[in-house]
């Protein structure tokens, strides 16, 4: 049966976007990411920053026990997000997904349609020191700076999947297709994607 939704969750440095962008452009399917929080935020009434926030902010009690650890005074920093953006997000994925002939990059999206018909789940990774030297040449990071940024969002990455998906530990089997760019780039990367998706 050939797929009619894909899901693509990706490592920081993995090169997952444009591999999504590729895979869309060769099946004919429409590539969406920031619509989800966009179409989030018109069902809520409110931005789509204040949605997007809600995605990369970790929840109150996180924040409390963090700041516990690092200071003897609780602080919490950053605004507080309102409950319910998540339960909005994942509906706007569900039903982004029933619409059918899209790849979907993010929001969890491969966790949230587990069981759908036509649904190929991605996950598209790399070596932590080829992430690394691809920040460095691509997004103009030193060294340090790279490591903390691919450091900073898989904590963030394991915290959205605990918040939103209910995933204590994310396992290779949430996935029906694992593609590590060190030894694929992005052309064959995508061709690989795109011949699962057609079988």
Known sequence: MTSRVITVASSLGSGGEEIARVVASKLGFRYVDDEIIRRAAEKAGVSPETVAQAEHTPG???????????????????????????????????????????????????????????????????????RAERLVREAGLDERGARKAIAGSERQRREYLRRFCG????????YDLVINTDASPSPRAAELIATAAQR
Not at 78 to 84: E, Q, R, S
Not at 167 to 174: D, N, P, R
């Open 60 to 130: 109150m009690v996180t924040r409390i026990l963090q700041s516990m650890g690092r200071n003897p005074v609780v602080s919490l920093e950053g605004p507080i997000v309102p409950p319910g953006y998540e339960s909005l997000i994942v509906e706007v994925v569900r039903e982004t997904g029933a619409q059918g002939n899209v790849v979907i990059v993010a929001h969890g999206a491969g966790i949230h349609l587990a069981g759908l018909s036509g649904l190929v789940r991605v996950f598209i990774t790399a070596s932590p020191a080829v």
């Open 167 to 174: 995933v204590g530990q994310e396992l290779a089997a949430h």
